[in-house]
Protein backbone atom coordinates (compact mmCIF):
# COMPACT_ATOMS: atom_id res chain seq x y z
CA UNK A 1 0.00 0.00 0.00
CA UNK A 2 1.08 3.24 -1.08
CA UNK A 3 1.05 6.64 1.63
CA UNK A 4 2.31 8.62 -1.34
CA UNK A 5 -0.07 11.74 -3.52
CA UNK A 6 -0.57 9.58 -6.94
CA UNK A 7 1.04 12.71 -8.95
CA UNK A 8 3.98 12.30 -6.57
CA UNK A 9 4.82 8.79 -7.49
CA UNK A 10 3.83 9.35 -11.51
CA UNK A 11 6.27 12.13 -11.24
CA UNK A 12 10.22 11.30 -12.54
CA UNK A 13 11.54 14.46 -10.47
CA UNK A 14 13.89 16.71 -11.11
CA UNK A 15 17.57 14.94 -11.99
CA UNK A 16 20.38 17.78 -11.12
CA UNK A 17 23.68 17.54 -13.05
CA UNK A 18 26.40 15.62 -11.62
CA UNK A 19 28.30 16.80 -8.46
CA UNK A 20 31.46 14.30 -8.53
CA UNK A 21 32.21 13.79 -4.84
CA UNK A 22 35.14 11.82 -5.37
CA UNK A 23 38.62 12.75 -7.29
CA UNK A 24 39.25 15.77 -9.28
CA UNK A 25 37.29 16.78 -12.56
CA UNK A 26 37.15 19.78 -14.64
CA UNK A 27 33.81 20.70 -14.13
CA UNK A 28 32.09 22.58 -17.08
CA UNK A 29 28.34 20.77 -16.78
CA UNK A 30 26.15 22.98 -13.51
CA UNK A 31 27.50 26.41 -15.16
CA UNK A 32 28.85 27.52 -11.92
CA UNK A 33 31.43 30.43 -11.97
CA UNK A 34 35.02 29.51 -12.10
CA UNK A 35 36.13 32.48 -10.24
CA UNK A 36 35.90 33.52 -6.26
CA UNK A 37 33.30 35.82 -5.23
CA UNK A 38 33.52 39.22 -4.20
CA UNK A 39 36.00 38.99 -1.19
CA UNK A 40 33.03 41.16 0.56
CA UNK A 41 31.29 37.92 0.88
CA UNK A 42 33.79 36.08 3.18
CA UNK A 43 33.70 39.47 5.25
CA UNK A 44 29.98 39.75 5.72
CA UNK A 45 29.86 36.19 6.69
CA UNK A 46 32.56 36.25 9.16
CA UNK A 47 31.35 39.24 10.96
CA UNK A 48 27.58 37.66 10.96
CA UNK A 49 28.63 34.48 12.11
CA UNK A 50 28.78 35.89 15.80
CA UNK A 51 25.01 36.52 15.77
CA UNK A 52 23.83 33.28 14.49
CA UNK A 53 22.13 32.76 17.99
CA UNK A 54 19.42 34.78 17.08
CA UNK A 55 16.91 34.32 13.86
CA UNK A 56 17.73 35.95 10.49
CA UNK A 57 14.97 39.13 9.50
CA UNK A 58 12.32 36.60 7.70
CA UNK A 59 11.86 38.77 4.84
CA UNK A 60 16.04 39.46 4.26
CA UNK A 61 15.65 43.49 4.43
CA UNK A 62 19.24 44.12 3.87
CA UNK A 63 19.27 42.63 0.66
CA UNK A 64 15.86 44.22 -0.42
CA UNK A 65 16.92 47.47 0.00
CA UNK A 66 19.99 46.90 -1.76
CA UNK A 67 18.18 44.89 -4.95
CA UNK A 68 15.90 47.56 -4.74
CA UNK A 69 18.30 50.22 -5.70
CA UNK A 70 19.93 48.30 -8.33
CA UNK A 71 16.84 47.82 -9.98
CA UNK A 72 15.48 51.17 -9.40
CA UNK A 73 12.60 49.60 -7.39
CA UNK A 74 11.44 50.02 -3.64
CA UNK A 75 11.72 46.97 -1.36
CA UNK A 76 8.38 46.20 -1.00
CA UNK A 77 8.60 44.98 -4.60
CA UNK A 78 11.36 42.42 -3.67
CA UNK A 79 11.19 38.87 -2.66
CA UNK A 80 14.19 36.74 -1.59
CA UNK A 81 14.19 32.83 -2.00
CA UNK A 82 16.87 30.20 -1.14
CA UNK A 83 17.98 30.48 -4.47
CA UNK A 84 15.91 31.28 -7.31
CA UNK A 85 14.60 27.88 -6.98
CA UNK A 86 12.74 28.06 -3.74
CA UNK A 87 11.39 31.55 -5.49
CA UNK A 88 9.72 29.58 -8.51
CA UNK A 89 7.97 27.04 -5.88
CA UNK A 90 6.99 29.69 -3.97
CA UNK A 91 5.13 31.47 -7.11
CA UNK A 92 4.27 27.84 -8.51
CA UNK A 93 2.23 27.53 -5.02
CA UNK A 94 0.98 30.79 -4.86
CA UNK A 95 -0.32 30.82 -8.54
CA UNK A 96 -1.11 26.78 -9.52
CA UNK A 97 -3.54 24.51 -8.01
CA UNK A 98 -4.74 20.71 -8.43
CA UNK A 99 -5.60 20.32 -12.10
CA UNK A 100 -4.68 23.55 -13.54
CA UNK A 101 -2.33 24.15 -16.40
CA UNK A 102 1.26 25.65 -16.23
CA UNK A 103 3.35 26.49 -19.44
CA UNK A 104 6.80 26.43 -20.23
CA UNK A 105 8.75 26.86 -23.69
CA UNK A 106 10.35 23.78 -24.97
CA UNK A 107 13.17 22.84 -24.42
CA UNK A 108 14.06 24.61 -21.68
CA UNK A 109 14.50 23.91 -17.73
CA UNK A 110 13.06 21.36 -16.59
CA UNK A 111 12.17 22.19 -13.22
CA UNK A 112 9.70 23.94 -14.22
CA UNK A 113 7.50 20.68 -15.46
CA UNK A 114 8.33 19.47 -11.83
CA UNK A 115 6.71 22.29 -9.86
CA UNK A 116 3.61 21.82 -11.95
CA UNK A 117 3.89 18.08 -10.95
CA UNK A 118 4.39 18.44 -7.03
CA UNK A 119 1.23 20.57 -7.07
CA UNK A 120 -0.69 18.04 -9.20
CA UNK A 121 -0.89 20.19 -11.83
CA UNK A 122 -0.84 19.95 -15.63
CA UNK A 123 2.32 21.40 -17.65
CA UNK A 124 2.16 22.10 -21.08
CA UNK A 125 5.41 22.41 -23.30
CA UNK A 126 5.21 25.14 -26.55
CA UNK A 127 7.95 23.97 -28.50
CA UNK A 128 10.65 26.80 -29.60
CA UNK A 129 11.01 27.50 -33.29
CA UNK A 130 13.69 26.15 -35.18
CA UNK A 131 15.65 29.76 -34.18
CA UNK A 132 14.78 29.64 -30.54
CA UNK A 133 11.90 32.47 -30.61
CA UNK A 134 8.49 32.21 -29.71
CA UNK A 135 5.60 31.01 -31.26
CA UNK A 136 1.80 32.66 -31.47
CA UNK A 137 1.15 29.68 -29.23
CA UNK A 138 2.77 30.37 -26.28
CA UNK A 139 0.61 33.49 -25.20
CA UNK A 140 -2.85 31.57 -26.42
CA UNK A 141 -5.62 31.36 -23.67
CA UNK A 142 -6.66 28.63 -21.86
CA UNK A 143 -9.32 28.54 -19.06
CA UNK A 144 -7.43 26.87 -17.10
CA UNK A 145 -3.56 28.36 -17.59
CA UNK A 146 -2.53 29.84 -14.63
CA UNK A 147 1.14 30.50 -14.93
CA UNK A 148 3.66 30.87 -17.33
CA UNK A 149 7.19 30.28 -17.37
CA UNK A 150 9.99 31.92 -19.24
CA UNK A 151 13.92 31.29 -19.27
CA UNK A 152 15.17 34.69 -20.10
CA UNK A 153 18.35 33.87 -21.30
CA UNK A 154 17.03 30.00 -21.78
CA UNK A 155 18.96 26.97 -21.26
CA UNK A 156 20.10 24.72 -22.78
CA UNK A 157 20.35 27.52 -25.63
CA UNK A 158 21.76 30.65 -23.78
CA UNK A 159 19.15 32.43 -26.27
CA UNK A 160 17.31 35.57 -25.55
CA UNK A 161 13.81 36.87 -26.11
CA UNK A 162 13.72 40.42 -26.79
CA UNK A 163 11.95 42.89 -23.61
CA UNK A 164 9.36 44.27 -26.04
CA UNK A 165 8.76 40.71 -26.85
CA UNK A 166 8.27 39.66 -23.61
CA UNK A 167 5.55 42.33 -22.76
CA UNK A 168 3.54 41.65 -26.03
CA UNK A 169 3.00 38.07 -24.41
CA UNK A 170 2.43 39.31 -21.39
CA UNK A 171 -0.40 41.11 -21.73
CA UNK A 172 -1.96 38.50 -24.27
CA UNK A 173 -1.65 36.13 -21.43
CA UNK A 174 -4.90 35.74 -19.14
CA UNK A 175 -2.33 34.66 -16.32
CA UNK A 176 1.09 35.82 -14.77
CA UNK A 177 4.21 35.57 -16.65
CA UNK A 178 7.23 34.28 -14.47
CA UNK A 179 10.46 35.18 -16.41
CA UNK A 180 13.43 33.33 -14.82
CA UNK A 181 16.65 35.40 -15.31
CA UNK A 182 19.47 33.20 -13.75
CA UNK A 183 21.74 34.11 -16.40
CA UNK A 184 20.93 37.76 -17.44
CA UNK A 185 23.94 39.51 -15.85
CA UNK A 186 26.07 37.64 -18.81
CA UNK A 187 23.38 38.91 -21.70
CA UNK A 188 23.21 42.63 -23.04
CA UNK A 189 19.66 43.26 -21.84
CA UNK A 190 16.92 42.22 -19.02
CA UNK A 191 13.33 42.22 -18.36
CA UNK A 192 13.48 43.55 -14.77
CA UNK A 193 11.80 47.26 -15.94
CA UNK A 194 8.66 45.14 -17.03
CA UNK A 195 7.36 44.61 -13.70
CA UNK A 196 6.23 48.47 -13.26
CA UNK A 197 4.87 48.17 -16.56
CA UNK A 198 2.82 45.16 -16.40
CA UNK A 199 1.42 43.53 -12.90
CA UNK A 200 1.58 40.01 -14.90
CA UNK A 201 5.47 40.05 -15.43
CA UNK A 202 7.35 38.79 -12.43
CA UNK A 203 11.45 38.00 -12.59
CA UNK A 204 13.17 36.44 -10.20
CA UNK A 205 17.51 35.99 -10.46
CA UNK A 206 19.63 34.08 -9.07
CA UNK A 207 23.25 34.76 -7.36
CA UNK A 208 24.56 31.56 -8.38
CA UNK A 209 26.32 31.77 -11.38
CA UNK A 210 27.24 35.49 -12.10
CA UNK A 211 28.39 36.31 -8.35
CA UNK A 212 29.60 32.73 -7.83
CA UNK A 213 27.47 31.94 -5.16
CA UNK A 214 26.25 28.47 -6.23
CA UNK A 215 26.93 27.20 -2.92
CA UNK A 216 25.07 29.71 -0.72
CA UNK A 217 21.84 29.39 -2.20
CA UNK A 218 20.18 32.76 -2.83
CA UNK A 219 17.42 34.50 -5.25
CA UNK A 220 15.90 37.08 -5.27
CA UNK A 221 12.06 38.35 -7.42
CA UNK A 222 10.77 41.69 -8.82
CA UNK A 223 7.32 41.91 -8.76
CA UNK A 224 4.35 44.43 -7.73
CA UNK A 225 3.80 44.94 -4.70
CA UNK A 226 0.19 43.20 -4.08
CA UNK A 227 1.47 40.12 -5.63
CA UNK A 228 4.87 39.83 -3.00
CA UNK A 229 2.19 40.67 -0.29
CA UNK A 230 0.86 37.92 -1.61
CA UNK A 231 3.85 35.34 -1.82
CA UNK A 232 4.96 36.07 1.39
CA UNK A 233 2.27 34.14 2.73
CA UNK A 234 2.95 30.93 0.92
CA UNK A 235 7.00 31.24 1.50
CA UNK A 236 8.66 29.64 4.90
CA UNK A 237 9.05 31.63 8.02
CA UNK A 238 12.75 31.98 7.67
CA UNK A 239 13.27 30.90 3.94
CA UNK A 240 16.93 32.55 3.76
CA UNK A 241 19.80 32.40 6.57
CA UNK A 242 21.66 34.96 8.27
CA UNK A 243 24.98 33.75 6.26
CA UNK A 244 23.05 33.71 3.08
CA UNK A 245 21.26 36.94 3.34
CA UNK A 246 24.66 39.08 4.80
CA UNK A 247 26.66 37.35 1.49
CA UNK A 248 24.10 37.96 -1.10
CA UNK A 249 23.51 41.89 0.27
CA UNK A 250 27.72 42.48 0.01
CA UNK A 251 28.22 40.67 -3.76
CA UNK A 252 25.23 42.73 -4.95
CA UNK A 253 26.97 45.83 -3.68
CA UNK A 254 30.59 44.58 -5.37
CA UNK A 255 28.80 45.53 -8.87
CA UNK A 256 32.56 46.67 -9.65
CA UNK A 257 33.53 42.85 -8.86
CA UNK A 258 30.47 41.95 -11.01
CA UNK A 259 31.73 43.75 -14.29
CA UNK A 260 35.32 42.78 -13.89
CA UNK A 261 34.07 39.42 -13.83
CA UNK A 262 31.44 39.18 -15.91
CA UNK A 263 33.98 40.98 -18.62
CA UNK A 264 36.64 37.60 -17.95
CA UNK A 265 33.61 35.38 -18.77
CA UNK A 266 32.48 36.86 -21.82
CA UNK A 267 35.87 37.13 -23.75
CA UNK A 268 36.11 33.20 -22.48
CA UNK A 269 32.23 32.49 -24.03
CA UNK A 270 33.19 34.07 -27.32
CA UNK A 271 36.90 32.08 -27.67
CA UNK A 272 34.67 29.08 -26.61
CA UNK A 273 31.76 29.25 -29.65
CA UNK A 274 34.67 30.11 -32.35
CA UNK A 275 36.76 27.46 -31.09
CA UNK A 276 33.93 25.18 -30.89
CA UNK A 277 32.36 25.91 -34.72
CA UNK A 278 36.06 25.85 -36.15
CA UNK A 279 35.83 22.25 -34.86
CA UNK A 280 32.57 21.88 -37.07
CA UNK A 281 29.98 21.91 -34.19
CA UNK A 282 26.96 24.02 -34.42
CA UNK A 283 27.00 26.34 -31.85
CA UNK A 284 24.11 28.58 -30.88
CA UNK A 285 24.80 32.59 -29.91
CA UNK A 286 24.63 32.74 -25.98
CA UNK A 287 23.88 35.59 -23.54
CA UNK A 288 24.88 33.23 -20.70
CA UNK A 289 28.04 31.75 -19.29
CA UNK A 290 27.42 28.37 -21.30
CA UNK A 291 27.23 27.26 -24.65
CA UNK A 292 25.27 24.83 -26.52
CA UNK A 293 26.53 22.76 -29.38
CA UNK A 294 25.71 19.99 -31.12
CA UNK A 295 27.71 18.33 -34.22
CA UNK A 296 25.96 17.51 -37.58
CA UNK A 297 28.39 13.81 -37.80
CA UNK A 298 29.32 13.08 -34.06
CA UNK A 299 27.08 12.05 -31.71
CA UNK A 300 26.56 13.86 -28.51
CA UNK A 301 26.25 11.32 -26.01
CA UNK A 302 29.76 9.71 -26.94
CA UNK A 303 31.69 12.94 -26.85
CA UNK A 304 29.97 13.26 -23.43
CA UNK A 305 31.00 9.88 -22.27
CA UNK A 306 34.35 10.52 -23.64
CA UNK A 307 35.32 13.83 -22.32
CA UNK A 308 34.27 12.34 -19.00
CA UNK A 309 36.60 9.62 -19.32
CA UNK A 310 39.19 12.21 -19.39
CA UNK A 311 37.55 13.48 -15.80
CA UNK A 312 35.91 16.77 -17.91
CA UNK A 313 32.52 17.32 -17.21
CA UNK A 314 30.01 18.90 -19.54
CA UNK A 315 26.21 17.80 -19.77
CA UNK A 316 24.56 15.81 -22.17
CA UNK A 317 21.08 16.80 -22.69
CA UNK A 318 18.49 14.89 -24.73
CA UNK A 319 14.96 16.73 -25.43
CA UNK A 320 12.98 13.89 -27.12
CA UNK A 321 11.23 15.54 -30.54
CA UNK A 322 13.93 18.24 -30.68
CA UNK A 323 17.24 16.80 -30.31
CA UNK A 324 20.32 16.49 -28.24
CA UNK A 325 23.50 17.67 -27.57
CA UNK A 326 26.31 19.08 -25.17
CA UNK A 327 25.91 22.03 -22.98
CA UNK A 328 29.45 23.37 -21.80
CA UNK A 329 29.53 26.08 -18.84
CA UNK A 330 32.35 28.89 -19.27
CA UNK A 331 34.83 27.67 -17.24
CA UNK A 332 38.81 29.64 -16.60
CA UNK A 333 40.53 29.80 -19.66
CA UNK A 334 42.56 26.73 -18.37
CA UNK A 335 39.45 24.54 -18.01
CA UNK A 336 38.51 25.59 -21.38
CA UNK A 337 41.78 24.94 -23.29
CA UNK A 338 41.79 21.55 -21.83
CA UNK A 339 38.26 20.83 -22.61
CA UNK A 340 38.92 21.86 -26.33
CA UNK A 341 41.80 19.81 -26.52
CA UNK A 342 40.13 16.46 -26.16
CA UNK A 343 37.31 17.67 -27.96
CA UNK A 344 40.23 18.07 -30.66
CA UNK A 345 41.75 14.85 -30.58
CA UNK A 346 37.96 12.89 -30.44
CA UNK A 347 36.43 14.73 -33.17
Not at 38 to 48: K, L, R
Not at 231 to 243: G, M, P, R
Amino acid sequence: MSYLRPNIEAMAGYLPGEQPQDGQFIKLNTNENPYPPSPAVAWAIADTARGLRKYPDPMANAFRRQAAELLGLEPDWILCGNGSDDLLTIVTRAFVGEGQLARLPYPSYILYRTLAGLQGARSEEVRFNPDWSLPEAFAAGDADLRLVFLANPNSPSGTVVPAEKVLEVAERLPCPLLVDEAYVDFAESNCAHLVSRCDKILVSRSLSKSYALAGLRFGYLAAQPHLIEQLIKVKDSYNCDALSIAAATAALADQAWLAANRAKILATRGRLVREMRNLGFVTVESHANFTWNLHPYRPARPLYEALKRKRILVRYMDYPGWGDGLRISVGTDAEIDACLEELKAIV
